[in-house]
């Protein structure tokens, strides 16, 4: 189950960049906009009907399913021998983005039947561990792939990949519980929103992950270059290298945490306290001058934010009905895209008004004030 993890990441990483290092060759800037929203777009769609299905058909079915989809649409467009048409790589691409995100939910639903809570600690630890390493991994792949061959030759080796990753993936175990019985796509659906709504724990967790993901992830990370040319040369290289550096701090964490046990007590609390960590960390980023202070604090943030993903994914799984588990799943993963687009949406708003200093310090200071909040509330 790690090597599958680990092959779907690096295969996620890598289609899109190695799409947009192809498209990018030729194509004018609105085809790299449709390709991503293609791609994007496609992953909403599958989320919004993901909640009827998700639970009723055995998680090995949908992960092969998943890859094997993801293996005959980059084997289509090796076969066509138009790899360089943008309007067919947007059309492969938002397919992609379709068939793409119903393998982790899948995943973590065979996981929690596989693994105790406890286990489950060094489990997500190692999701994260795989997600964030790939992030880096996938685009030097695709670049080094684009720099020795031509695009059919660099479609051609992931497709070599994808087809490692089914057959990995069909040596995963089935289920231990049976699937939810056979039911309609809306009342499925409707079934699930009512026990999202009323649960205490689901409601407080997918509040966090909102907050966070707006003032921080959405609001802050998009607009990193900006703030970096406020503080004069080299913006290009001081930007990517922070990048790494956080990425470094992601890393080095979620790999510290594969080899310690989290407790499973107090996690709403921890993962307030996480975030609370993140925003003060913001509030001395959004005073700093220096690259080697904000390396520093990068690095930092990349190790708190990997401490959150693993709580916040563990405070999800505890909290979920097991039957339900992929379809809590869908809902946090429609949450985590609309929460990044209304945080970016919503700096892009306010920077007509403040600087990137002013609303770097301002959702710091919103980010604590929601957190202490939040924890008032928990006591």
């Not at 800037?29 to 909403?44: E, P, R």
């Not at 990425?247 to 993962?271: C, D, E, P, S």
């Not at 994914?313 to 209304?342: C, D, W």
Request: proline share 2%.
């Amino acid at each position: 189950m790690i090597v599958s993890t680990f092959l779907t990441d690096f295969s996620n990483a890598t289609i899109i960049f190695l799409f947009t290092l192809i498209i990018g060759q030729t194509a004018t800037t609105i085809w790299l906009t449709l390709l991503w929203a293609g791609y994007y777009g496609g992953s909403f769609i599958s989320h919004l009907l993901m909640g009827s299905y998700i639970d009723r058909i055995q998680s090995r079915r949908l992960m092969i399913g998943s890859e094997s989809a993801r293996l005959l649409i980059i084997l289509a467009l090796v076969i066509s021998g138009d790899s360089r048409s943008s309007a067919l790589i947007v059309l492969c691409a938002t397919s992609l983005g379709f068939v793409e995100p119903i393998f982790h939910p899948a995943e973590v639903r065979l996981l929690t039947e596989l693994f105790t809570e406890a286990e489950m600690t060094r489990v997500n630890a190692i999701l994260e561990l795989s997600d964030q390493s790939m992030t880096i991994v996938g685009p030097i792949s695709a670049t080094l792939l684009m720099s020795f061959l031509n695009s059919q030759a660099s479609l051609l080796m992931l497709a070599i990949v994808l087809t490692v990753s089914v057959l990995v993936t069909l040596q995963m175990p089935p289920n231990k519980v049976a699937p939810l019985p056979s039911q309609s796509g809306l009342k499925a659906v409707n079934q699930a929103l009512n026990t999202f709504r009323h649960s205490h724990k689901l409601l407080q967790s997918a509040g966090l992950m909102f907050v966070l993901n707006v003032f921080f992830v959405g609001a802050v990370m998009p607009v990193l270059l900006k703030f970096v040319q406020s503080l004069g040369s080299h913006a290009e290289f001081n930007y990517t290298f922070l990048t790494v550096i956080q990425a470094v701090g992601l890393i080095l964490m979620a790999t510290w945490l594969t080899q310690h046990k989290m407790h499973v007590q107090n996690l709403l609390n921890r993962n307030l306290l996480t975030v609370l960590a993140i925003a003060v960390l913001l509030l001395f980023v959004s005073l700093s001058t220096q690259i080697n202070t904000l390396a520093l604090l990068f690095l930092l943030i990349g190790s708190f934010s990997a401490i959150f993903d693993v709580e916040n994914n563990l405070l999800f799984q505890t909290a979920s009905p097991h039957a339900e588990i992929g379809r809590m799943y869908v809902f946090k993963g429609l949450i985590n895209v609309g929460s990044i687009t209304f945080g970016t949406l919503l700096s892009g708003f306010v920077l007509h008004w403040l600087s990137v200093q002013q609303l770097y310090s301002s959702c710091a200071i919103l980010l604590i004030i929601s957190s202490l909040m939040m924890l008032h509330r928990t006591d």
